[in-house]
Each structure stands twice: as C-alpha cells, then as structure tokens.
C-alpha cells in the first residue's frame, strides 16, 4: 500500500507537475493508495471554493483513510524524534513525525515532496513510494 501525503495531493490539485505528481497519476487507478486522516484534513481545507472542495473529496473517497494516530504511533513517533535528534536531526513537525511512524509500522510506502520525509527514509527504514520508479 502507498500512502499519499498532502505535499503531493496539494500540488496534484494545484495543477503543479513535479516528479511526486507524475508518480501520482500513475498509480491512480493502477495501484492501491491511501491517504491519512490528517492529510485529508489538510488537504480539504485549503479549497475555498465549494466545487473544488467536492471535487476533490470524490477522489479523496475513493482511497482507503489511514487513522494516524494512537498511543502506540504516538510514542513510536516520540522515540522517532528522539533518534533522529540524537542524529543531529530535528523534525519540524509532529504531523510528519506520525505519519512517517505510521508509514514504518504498518510498511507503508510514502509518497512525499516535504523533505522533512527524507530523514525518516535515510536512517528510520521509510519506504519512498519513488524508489524504483
């Protein structure tokens, strides 16, 4: 299964071609994806027109929804932060710590264009859905 975060869905709505949006249209329709909870929260709510927002919530419904969070995904994701600290490394938001840690305990690919990502794939095992292709 590949995850879908905000950072893609944001500039796949926007019209934005980048490699992550590329990938997207490609696995749509081809691959099983699923977004989060909380991307989905963030990515509905920066629609200000109602069209585009139902829209958008069509696609959005046709993908599974990933709950993120919990106790178990929110100490995994503190002992997370901790260890990439511990690296020299801060992550800047805690959204992106969960779902990174949600991503790695169920083996999850992600597919991303926050770089914030990057640390998690380079030393916490995240799987980027744009490896291999």
Not at 13 to 22: E, I, L, M, P, S
Not at 72 to 82: D, H, S
Not at 90 to 101: V, W
Request: aromatic share 8%.
């Amino acid at each position: 299964m590949i995850l879908v975060d905000s950072s893609v869905w944001i500039d796949y709505f926007r019209g934005t071609v980048t490699a992550q949006t590329d990938r997207l249209d490609v696995l749509l329709g081809s691959e099983p994806l699923a977004t989060g909870d909380l991307m989905l929260a963030e990515v509905l709510q920066g629609f200000d027109d109602n069209r585009d927002f139902d829209q958008a919530r069509r696609l959005l419904d046709t993908l599974d929804v990933v709950v993120i969070g919990g106790r178990e995904i929110a100490i995994g994701a503190a002992k997370n932060f901790r260890a990439l600290r511990r690296l020299g490394i801060t992550a800047r938001k805690t959204i992106d710590t969960l779902i990174a840690t949600r991503c790695i305990v169920d083996g999850y690919a992600l597919l991303y264009s926050d770089r914030d990502f990057d640390a998690f794939v380079a030393h916490l095992g995240l799987r980027s859905a744009m490896a291999g292709g």
